[in-house]
C-alpha cells in the first residue's frame, strides 16, 4: 500500500456521461498530481496542484476538470469524453520540490 | 519539445546484471529519476540522480551524465520479481514536472 488510494479502480462510461475520479493521500504531502497512462505511451502529466494550487495545466482538453478542495484529496471530472481518452488515470502526490512522487494504483477508465 | 529514448525490451536470466539506457533531449533539466511498475501496479519509485555521477540502493543503482543527456539504471543478481517495466522521467522546470520515456520492459527468466 503506497498511501495514496483511488476510487473507482475501474470505470465504463459513455460519451454522454458525467463522472468523477477521487484521489486521497495519507502520506502529509503538499503537492499532487493526475497523469494519463495509455498503451505504448508514456505516462503523460495532464495536472499539477502545489500547495492546493493549480500550477501546470498540460493542455488538456477542457472535459477533464481538476479539483483539489485540500492537500489530500484530488478529483478528476469528467464529461463528454470520448472513446480516445480511455486510459488508466494515475494520481500521485509528493512533497513540493521532492524528486519522490508516490502513485497511487490508478483508475482503468473505458469510454464507450 | 522534450524528448527521452530507452529501449522497449530487455531480457535477462536470474542473477545476471542488465543495464537500461536513457537518453533525454529536454529544457530546463533538473534531474533523472527512475521508476517500476509491475503489470496492474502503480509506478513506484527507485532513484533519483540531480549531480552527474553513481547512485547506489541495494541491488540498483543508477547513473547520469548531463554533458551527454544520459543515464541508466543498472540492476545487480536479478530475481524474477524484477521482471516488469522501468521507467526513466526527467525532472524538469517548477521540479515538479515530471517527463516520462516510454518505459523498458524487462523480463527476468529462470
Known amino acids: 500500500e503506497t498511501g495514496v488510494t483511488q476510487t473507482p479502480r475501474h470505470l465504463v462510461m459513455g460519451m454522454t456521461n458525467k463522472k468523477s475520479l477521487k484521489c486521497e493521500q495519507h502520506?502529509?504531502?503538499?503537492?499532487m498530481y493526475w497523469y494519463k497512462q495509455s498503451a505504448k505511451k508514456p505516462l503523460e502529466l495532464m495536472f499539477v496542484?502545489?500547495?492546493?494550487?493549480?500550477?501546470e495545466n498540460n493542455s488538456v482538453p477542457s472535459r477533464f476538470s481538476p479539483e483539489c478542495p485540500n492537500s489530500s484529496h484530488l478529483f478528476l471530472h469528467l464529461h463528454t469524453l470520448q472513446p480516445e481518452d480511455s486510459a488508466l488515470y494515475l494520481c500521485?502526490?509528493?512533497?513540493?520540490?521532492?524528486?519522490?512522487?508516490?502513485f497511487g494504483p490508478g483508475t482503468r477508465l473505458t469510454v464507450l | 519539445g522534450q524528448s527521452l529514448e530507452q529501449p522497449s525490451e530487455v531480457t535477462a536470466v536470474e542473477g545476471a546484471i542488465v543495464q537500461i539506457n536513457c537518453t533525454y533531449q529536454?529544457?530546463?533539466?533538473?534531474?533523472l529519476s527512475w521508476y517500476q511498475q509491475h503489470d496492474g501496479g502503480a509506478p513506484t519509485f527507485l532513484s533519483y540522480?540531480?549531480?552527474?555521477g553513481l547512485e547506489e540502493t541495494g541491488r540498483f543503482s543508477s547513473f547520469l551524465s548531463r554533458s551527454d543527456s544520459y543515464g541508466y539504471l543498472l540492476l545487480q543478481e536479478l530475481q524474477m520479481k524484477d521482471s516488469a517495466s522501468y521507467f526513466c522521467?526527467?525532472?524538469?522546470?517548477?521540479?515538479?514536472?515530471?517527463?516520462f520515456g516510454t518505459g523498458t520492459r524487462l523480463l527476468v527468466s529462470p
Open positions: 500521485a502526490s509528493s512533497q513540493v520540490q521532492a524528486p519522490e512522487q508516490f
Open positions: 502520506l502529509g504531502h503538499n503537492a
Open positions: 496542484y502545489s500547495l492546493e494550487e493549480r500550477v
Open positions: 529536454t529544457s530546463g533539466f533538473y534531474g
Open positions: 540522480n540531480g549531480l552527474d
Open positions: 522521467a526527467v525532472r524538469v522546470r517548477g521540479f515538479q514536472k515530471l517527463v
